[in-house]
């Protein structure tokens, strides 16, 4: 009998095509949602047609849920999105059923505590204050100070790269810091800006990476590190691709210093995707998500044959096998982001999408917004124009490869006041 696996969905690292292509002669699906998030409703004819539909609401208790799945026989429960992460964690604590446990998905998805706890465990990170709604000008002054400059405001729940500033001075901190919780974000995270080293990984690539691991039953597999073209001010991706090129001592530094954060945390299974900063001083640790990074599959999948979607369902089944193998990479694969300049405020024109599409290892090339639609760089990832998919055999050629897309495919924006030059995708 073809086993049976929740998922709570919400906007994050999975769609629901991808779902359906991962679950296809696997195991069936039961998508347990919210119609109230605008992510949700418009996936939901899609949510329909690839498994059973379970919804709830903000009134919802989390018993009736729990007793809705029990009557559908479900065998497990994950989510790809850190807004359900801790729903996700209910709903299993509930029907005795493996994820994260309340107390672990809380410290995943809260940056204040995850923090917290990682440096009460011993590892180095950053030096970081909680600020919310109603922090009066004194209060943000003083974390401001206590953190020190320059330093990193971010939302303290969400990912996407979402309302990411760098201040460079206590009076700019404060000014950021106040304007973003009037505009209505409840909770903020300061924290010290980590300094990059550009050599770690070389001039041509980003100096942050990403580890990707499996974690079942308490052992820990890691899949291997992700890495990432430049930031675009001011911390948004450009891209990423796998595997990372570092030095072999780097890597086995990050892994080792995964494992330690994930035991520290209380990670006992599922996909998780652990963000460094790569300085002079060795890798720090930026924060640990508990579910698969977005676009990671894809980069994955395509460089190894190894399907990470796959391997978060098995986990989630309990049906992971053991030793878990992972093959090695044949070939480098990457995704380019087309993302806006913080200065545009809509699309005009995108150029050049033929003659990418026919550039040696492009596979795809997928626009998401047209001219005359709307940007804004706050909106972190959910502003990308499009993204181009392909692969290079090594590194160097990676590098060659993404510099001429940069020049045949181009973006053009409006601004508050005028038409912006067309410029390099990202």
């Not at 401001?144 to 400059?149: E, P, Y």
Request: with cysteine.
């Amino acid at each position: 009998m073809e086993r049976r696996l929740a998922v709570v969905y919400e906007n994050g690292s999975v769609n629901p095509l991808e779902l359906a292509a991962a679950s296809y002669g696997h195991c069936s699906l039961v998508l347990v949602c919210d119609p109230a998030s605008a992510s949700v409703r418009s996936a939901l004819p899609l949510l329909r047609e690839t498994g059973t539909v379970v919804t709830y609401d903000a009134g919802t208790p989390p018993q009736q849920t729990a007793a809705r799945l029990r009557e559908l026989g479900v065998d497990g429960i994950t989510t790809f999105s850190d807004l359900t992460i801790e729903p996700t964690a209910e709903l299993a604590r509930l029907l005795g059923l493996d994820f994260h446990s309340p107390r672990t998905a809380a410290l995943l998805v809260d940056k204040h505590r995850q923090r917290a706890r990682l440096a009460e465990a011993g590892l180095p990170t950053p030096r970081h204050e909680a600020l919310w709604t109603g922090a009066g000008e004194e209060t943000v002054r003083a974390a401001v100070s206590a953190v020190g400059v320059p330093a990193v405001v971010k939302p303290r729940r969400g990912a996407g790269s979402r309302n990411t500033v760098l201040v460079g001075t206590v009076e700019e901190g404060v000014r950021i810091v106040t304007g973003l919780l009037s505009a209505g974000e409840p909770e903020l995270v300061l924290e010290e800006y980590l300094v990059g080293d550009p050599t770690v990984a070389g001039r041509h690539w980003g100096d942050y990476v990403s580890v990707e691991s499996a974690v079942h039953a308490g052992q820990i597999t890691h899949v291997g590190v992700t890495g990432k073209p430049p930031l675009l001010e001011p911390f948004r991706e450009t891209g990423a691709f796998f595997p990372a090129d570092l030095p072999e001592p780097v890597r086995a530094e990050l892994l080792e210093a995964t494992a330690d954060a994930l035991r520290a945390l209380g990670v006992t299974g599922g996909i998780t995707h652990t963000e460094f900063k790569l300085t002079a001083d060795g890798p720090r640790l930026i924060e640990v998500n508990g579910r698969l990074g977005g676009f990671v599959n894809d980069v994955v999948g395509r460089a190894t044959g190894f399907s990470l979607l796959r391997t978060a369902l098995d986990c989630a089944l309990g049906t992971l096998p053991a030793p878990l193998t992972v093959p090695a990479p044949e070939r480098v694969a990457y995704q380019r982001f087309l993302a806006p300049p913080m200065d545009a405020r809509a699309v005009s024109s995108v150029t050049g999408v033929k003659e990418a599409r026919a550039l040696p290892g492009v596979r795809r090339v997928e626009l998401a917004k047209s001219p005359g639609q709307p940007v804004d760089w706050r909106q972190g990832t959910q502003a990308f124009v499009g993204i181009v998919y392909g692969d290079a055999p090594d590194h160097l050629a990676l590098a060659e490869r993404l510099t001429h897309l940069d020049t045949v495919l181009r973006v053009a924006y409006e601004t508050e006041t005028t038409t912006k030059d067309a410029t390099p995708a990202s």
